[in-house]
């Protein structure tokens, strides 16, 4: 058969027209057409138009054999031709792309740039640089740009369209000055199309330049072009970004001004679901979710995603279940699953996520790692963590993530070595450690106060030139927790003022304040104002405390004050930080106001106001309240026990302490700790009942050597002075004291022998001391007069008005006598003794 080879019995390839981008079914906007179809309809077209008597081109033959998946018979065939057409070029380099050959599609048009028997035309760089985008072989691209504007034509809208499209999805946030070069090719452009204008929105969100995208949208419509639903698919996400709900109405409004089409069209939904539910509107985004005809997973699964990041995790799980009854209609895949099991963690639910797990099984879903991955991490926030990590352990592929939910799940629950042996095997095995990994051990260190695995772990980061956002906050937490604060500062003072965000100066500010540096809180504290940088819930939870700790009440105030003006008040972690700087303060009713008007508590604000109600001698009212905890849907956790206790040791409720102590186990499954142990101790102690405090603190065994717990006994032994078992109590002290010496016990000792008389084993006690090189902690007092805090220690006088003050006292003293108060003698003379020392 005789082969027909002129080029005008063959049919173009498609052009890239507007209409054919915007009703590809893809979310990006700047995809090319589909070639698989673009070969079809060729043939079809080709079919139809030749009869039977003609024999069929070459061209067709060409497409047919790319059709079939057969590109490199198809190229065999073209390497039978001796003098190819620029179409059948064309062929073979689309039927390349549309197979998923795009490197071939490459090579083959660097064989037609080399031979240089035919001219590439507008269809050949289109399609070249489809390839080049798919490939992501930025070098390539450019050097097809160049040989577009080597060929001495303008490009056209279909070659201007293919470059932004390879230059779009080729170029990364990293490429610095390269970035510009989507811009430079918009701006070339004498016409631009619809497909274009979508292009740059796309690109702008990708840079993160939101407001530019929006002020893009709004030329577009101005010069009267009209949107495609993709133009608003990728303007929605700009939108929620900006946090401009008005704008967002506009926009919808304008959707559904242009008909059913585009307010039907199932990305538009999904994506205004998932704008509104960003923006906060949830009403609307379920609204919309509602009005829909006709749904899709991906429309499920945004609106279940919309409640879960709304903080409706019940309604999340209602619509999960809607969509598995409704399964015959809608296909749930395992994004669907995940986004309930993100909804069961936060309810905390086991129950459900147990059924979760077996669905999963049921559907032979189990071995889809993103669900397992998810299952782990449900299992950890509902505090099974033994079961987070049998489903771990029974995976049978595992990818980065899987390994680091697992180790995040191990530290959240307090088994930090534990996730130290995990990296370790993760390193054996070869799985390479990434930033997530790296931010895990840091917290780790932070938790066990372990220096050395703090420093090793930066050491690794510094060895890897490994740089992630938010590094130097966890590197500053990390330092300032395990007692090394010139550290932090230092990391703090290296990155440059304008270059800090807020969660590095919060990492600072709080860090100084666990230190006991208050004055460096609010000198960063300031810093942090004077770089614009406007502080955020975090920040004044972490600032507050060392207003307190300060005695400064009046900024502690206008703290609140600048709370309440920036709608932070109603913040949990603000809540809880308020009431406990306001009772620390001696406030207490500023501190239950603020309980009370706080429409959100948590376990930590009820913690922090059980404690005040406890120091303020509100024993009842602490109680009242720990009872009340679960009424209001929460459940004490151990700190929580800690304060309660506290609260009846202060106030001598001690059988309602003890009730409570055994409630613990029985009742709230909380085995108890050392602390819980040393209020016990102390809450007899108080009372008189040191028999009882000593014997119960022998019967601990092992789990009572701890030093809080026999210092408590001791303290109580000199109150009630119960010298003998004071000796018996310091005996036990001494030794258990080990290489940890705490000059408060030797002291509360010699007190014990000066109230006694006994000045010899005073004298021994101290010289023991001078010894070991312990020294008694000086107490500071102060107290708040104009809003500024006056410090004082004994026998201070650094004091401006130092004389004026020890006037006053004299003349106090004066009083006191002549008010008939008598000195207790023994203690005048150890505090002589003390000063003769």
Not at 208 to 229: D, N, Q, W, Y
Not at 329 to 350: E, I, K
Request: charged fraction near 20%; include cysteine.
């Amino acid at each position: 058969m005789r082969l027909t080879m002129s080029s005008s019995a063959l049919p173009l390839p498609l052009p890239l027209s507007s209409s054919t981008f915007s009703q590809s079914p893809s979310l990006s906007l700047t995809h090319l057409p589909n070639y698989s179809s673009l070969l079809h309809n060729t043939l079809a077209d080709e079919q139809c138009t030749l009869s039977e008597s003609k024999p069929r081109t070459i061209r067709y033959r060409l497409s047919e054999l790319c059709r079939q998946g057969q590109p490199h018979l198809a190229r065999q065939l073209f390497d039978t031709i001796p003098q190819p057409t620029t179409v059948l070029w064309n062929t073979i380099i689309i039927g390349f792309i549309c197979n998923n050959m795009p490197h071939e599609a490459i090579s083959f048009y660097s064989r037609l740039k080399h031979v240089g028997s035919s001219i590439c035309d507008q269809y050949t760089y289109s399609s070249v640089l489809k390839a080049c985008a798919e490939t992501k072989r930025i070098h390539v691209g450019k050097a097809v740009h160049c040989h577009i504007l080597r060929s001495g034509i303008h490009p056209s809208r279909i070659v201007s369209n293919s470059l932004l499209n390879m230059y779009s999805t080729c170029l990364s946030l990293e490429n610095g000055s390269d970035c510009d070069l989507v811009e430079r090719v918009f701006r070339t452009m004498r016409k631009r199309n619809v497909v274009a204008w979508n292009t740059i929105f796309s690109w702008y969100v990708k840079r993160k330049r939101f407001s530019e995208a929006v002020r893009c949208f709004v030329m577009m419509m101005r010069l009267g072009i009209k949107p495609t639903v993709v133009s608003f698919v990728n303007i929605f996400p700009a939108v929620s970004e900006i946090r401009h709900v008005r704008v967002a109405d506009v926009l919808y409004g304008l959707l559904v001004k242009l008909g059913n089409a585009y307010v039907n069209d199932l990305f538009v939904v999904s994506a205004a679901i998932v704008m509104y539910a960003e923006l906060g509107c949830i009403d609307l985004a379920s609204r919309i979710f509602e009005n829909t005809s006709e749904r899709n997973t991906e429309i499920w699964n945004s609106m279940i995603s919309g409640y879960i990041q709304n903080n409706f995790p019940f309604k999340a799980v209602d619509l999960f279940l809607e969509a598995v009854e409704a399964e015959d209609a809608v296909t749930t895949d395992d994004v669907t699953f995940v986004s309930a099991l993100m909804a069961t963690s936060q309810l905390q639910h086991l129950e459900f996520a147990q059924q979760l797990h077996a669905c999963l099984i049921k559907k032979c879903m189990d071995s889809q790692v993103i669900s397992l991955n998810a299952m782990i991490a449900t299992y950890s926030r509902c505090n099974h963590v033994g079961d987070s990590f049998k489903v771990f352990n029974g995976m049978k592929e595992r990818d980065i993530v899987s390994w680091n939910t697992m180790v995040s799940a191990l530290v959240q629950n307090g088994l930090d070595n534990e996730a130290l042996m995990l990296v370790y095997e993760m390193q054996k095995l070869g799985v390479a450690i990434d930033d997530i990994t790296i931010t895990i051990l840091l917290s780790a260190a932070s938790n066990l106060r372990d220096r050395e695995i703090g420093k090793q772990t930066h050491a690794y980061l510094l060895r890897h030139n490994i740089h992630f956002e938010g590094m130097e906050s966890y590197l500053i937490d990390m330092y300032a927790k395990s007692n090394m604060i010139r550290e932090a500062q230092v990391i703090f003072q290296s990155n440059f003022t304008n270059d800090k965000d807020q969660a590095t100066w919060n990492a600072m500010i709080s860090g100084n304040t666990q230190n006991g540096l208050i004055e460096q809180s609010f000198v960063v504290f300031k810093e942090m104002l004077e770089q614009n940088v406007k502080p955020n819930a975090v920040t004044l939870a972490s600032i507050l405390p060392s207003c307190s700790q300060s005695g400064s009440i009046a900024i502690g105030k206008q703290l609140h004050c600048f709370a309440v003006r920036n709608l932070f008040e109603n913040n949990v972690y603000v809540v809880s930080a308020l009431v406990d700087m306001y009772s620390k303060s001696g406030i207490i009713d500023y501190a239950e106001s603020v309980f009370l008007k706080s429409p959100e508590k948590n376990s930590v604000t009820y913690t922090n106001m059980i404690l005040g109600y406890g120091q303020h001698g509100m024993g009842k009212k602490a109680l009242t309240l720990f009872y009340s905890l679960r009424q209001n849907g929460l459940e004490p956790d151990a700190v929580t026990f800690v304060a309660v206790l506290s609260a009846c040791s202060y106030t001598g409720l001690v059988e309602e302490g003890l009730q409570i102590f055994e409630l613990m186990g029985e009742e709230y499954g909380i085995q108890p700790s050392a602390e819980h142990y040393a209020c016990v101790i102390d809450m007899l102690g108080r009372v008189g009942r040191l028999d009882e405090a000593h014997n119960f603190a022998k019967q601990l065994g092992e789990e009572g050597n701890v030093l809080g717990i026999w210092g408590s006994l001791l303290a109580a032994c000199r109150v009630h002075r119960n010298f003998e078992l004071g000796k018996i109590v310091s005996s036990k002290l001494l030794e258990l004291e080990g290489s940890d010496r705490i000059s408060g016990y030797h002291v509360l000792l010699s007190n014990i022998y000066a109230e006694e008389g006994n000045w010899q084993s005073v004298d021994n006690v101290r010289r023991g001391m001078r010894k070991m090189g312990l020294s008694k902690e000086v107490g500071c007092s102060w107290i708040d007069t104009s809003g500024y805090p006056h410090c004082f220690v004994s026998r201070d006088k650094k004091h401006p008005q130092c004389c004026m003050i020890y006037d006053m006292l004299e003349y106090l003293a004066i009083n006191m006598k002549d008010a008939g108060y008598t000195p207790k003698l023994e203690l005048m003379e150890e505090w002589i003794y003390g000063l003769e020392e």
